[in-house]
């Protein structure tokens, strides 16, 4: 038989004991972290939108403060201090500006090796998201073959790029046939220019028409590279003065980059081959108007970091 006082000390310490060892219980078989089982799965969760970021980012989330942090906080901290030390101060941008979209449009240059290969290369950098529409033999003097002023807006719409990049021409050295009410225009008449000069104009206000919710895109348009064939060459020595004029009568939000001066020497002479990839190599094919896929690479090789600059990303070699 226990004697009084024994079962007393036993009673006192049943009485001090469980509770602590409920509690040390009770921290080792808890359900996760509200933080931790809240967090989304990448397989299910359909990536966020620019604007979900932006509006997410401007009331941080204590979930995710928490699962940023290296070490617990401490007992003496608590999860309040934990969170208000990994809070954004008010000297910082708390809404990360998301990839930049980019959106080429153009002719057979765009549409073959060049505008492939530049696609990939935009396309391969982390904070630029790039897409691509072109049709072969098109350009802005057949709207009845292709018309760009319907498909360069209907794009923009879809795409809600931050630039458009642009290449064509080529083609335009032609008549312009009526179009909507207009008469035709002959090429190499007086009037040519003038018309062809208001097709670019329209086509510049189509794209640049800002989307609802959205900053109207950027324009950088490329120059058509200089061609082997004279009689083509000598159209669009008139075709570039044109465009590059229309370019620039948009202000600081377009660029104009003069292709040609990557791909002549020193002499002005039009360049037959050039390293790439490490060994030298054919740019064109024997018409001296289209590229070999090393005179694409190449060529998109050099507007590659130019595009970066005009998205305000630092210049770097193409991938």
């Not at 098109?138 to 990049?165: H, I, N, T």
């Not at 040519?192 to 086509?203: K, T």
């Not at 609802?212 to 895109?217: C, L, V, Y």
């Not at 090789?301 to 193409?318: Q, R, S």
């Amino acid at each position: 038989m226990i004697s009084e006082p024994i079962a007393r000390a036993i009673a006192l310490f049943t009485l001090t004991a469980l509770p602590v060892l409920a509690c040390t219980t009770g921290a080792t078989v808890d359900a996760p972290p509200a933080a931790i089982a809240a967090e989304p799965s990448d397989a299910t969760s359909p990536e966020p939108a620019d604007a979900d970021l932006a509006e997410a980012a401007e009331v941080p989330s204590e979930d995710a403060a928490v699962l940023a942090k290296a070490e617990p906080a401490t007992a003496q901290d608590g999860p309040e201090a934990a969170i208000a030390q990994d809070a954004p101060s008010d000297s910082e941008d708390a809404a990360p500006q998301g990839p930049r979209t980019v959106l080429i449009l153009g002719d057979s240059l765009a549409a073959t090796g060049f505008g492939a290969l530049l696609e990939d290369k935009l396309d391969a950098h982390p904070d630029v998201v790039c897409y691509r529409k072109a049709k072969s033999a098109s350009g802005l003097a057949r709207p009845d073959f292709y018309d760009w002023f319907d498909q360069g807006p209907r794009q923009v719409e879809f795409r809600k790029p931050d630039m458009v990049v642009v290449v064509m021409g080529g083609n335009d050295g032609q008549d312009l046939p009526a179009w909507k009410g207009g008469k035709r225009v002959l090429w190499g008449s007086a009037d040519w220019p003038g018309a062809y000069r208001g097709r670019i104009d329209d086509f510049l206000g189509k794209i640049t028409t800002p989307v609802e919710g959205e900053d109207a895109a950027r324009v950088f348009w490329l120059g058509l590279p200089m061609m082997g064939m004279r009689s083509l060459e000598k159209k669009l020595v008139l075709i570039r003065q044109i465009q590059q004029e229309a370019v620039a009568a948009l202000g600081p939000d377009a660029v104009y980059l003069d292709t040609t001066q990557f791909l002549v020497d020193e002499n002005g002479q039009l360049l037959s081959s050039a390293p790439v990839k490490g060994k030298n190599r054919e740019l064109r094919a024997e018409d001296g108007i289209h590229f070999t896929m090393s005179g694409s690479e190449f060529l998109a090789d050099k507007v590659y970091p130019e595009i970066l600059v005009a998205l305000g990303l630092p210049a770097e070699p193409a991938p």
